[in-house]
């Protein structure tokens, strides 16, 4: 399977829990005033990778937690990650998503789009939400603004309302 990517950067920090490895990928429609990955935004740029390929450079990768998707925005390439996610999910490695879309907004077009529920069913973190400039935060931890949140989506899914996530513990207050 083919995935359109801006780029990949085989260790970071800033882009999750631990050591990671970064896909990029290419295309986004949000186009948020002081985006820092404008090169991002045209659907047609970038290149087109192999998820084979991709998975190559991930087993190679002696380190990592886990994987992240970033953009452009993620969800215009679901079916793609959602199975690139699944082979990452097999070594047990876990994913990082960044979307411009809120949790909100993806639990609607899950409905209608079976390769979003898939991707958003294969996320461990999800970072919602458009960057926004003039919320910007330096102090954040993986985020750029303070609207945007670190969910823990297995624990949403299962409790029906979002739960944040925290590098100590994650739980359901329902369940």
């Not at 882009?15 to 045209?42: E, S």
Request: proline share 3%.
């Amino acid at each position: 399977m083919e995935l359109r990517i801006a780029g990949i950067v085989k260790e970071s920090v800033v882009d999750g829990p631990g050591l990671r490895f970064v896909i990029f990928t290419q295309g986004c429609y949000h186009h948020c005033r002081g985006c820092h990955n404008v090169d991002t935004h045209d659907p047609a740029g970038g290149r087109v990778i192999h998820t084979d390929e991709i998975m190559a450079m991930v087993n190679s990768a002696k380190l990592i937690r886990g994987v992240t998707f970033s953009g452009g925005e993620p969800f215009l390439q679901a079916e793609a990650l959602a199975y690139l996610a699944d082979k990452i999910k097999a070594k047990g490695l876990n994913i990082v998503t960044y979307s411009g879309y809120v949790f909100e907004q993806l639990l609607t077009m899950a409905v209608g789009r079976p390769a979003v529920k898939e991707l958003l069913h294969k996320t461990d973190i999800l970072v919602d939400g458009p960057f926004q400039l003039e919320k910007r935060d330096l102090r954040l931890a993986f985020r750029g603004s303070t609207n945007q949140r670190l969910i823990y989506v297995p624990d949403s899914l299962k409790c029906g309302h979002i739960v944040l996530w925290d590098e100590i513990t994650s739980f359901c207050s329902n369940a």
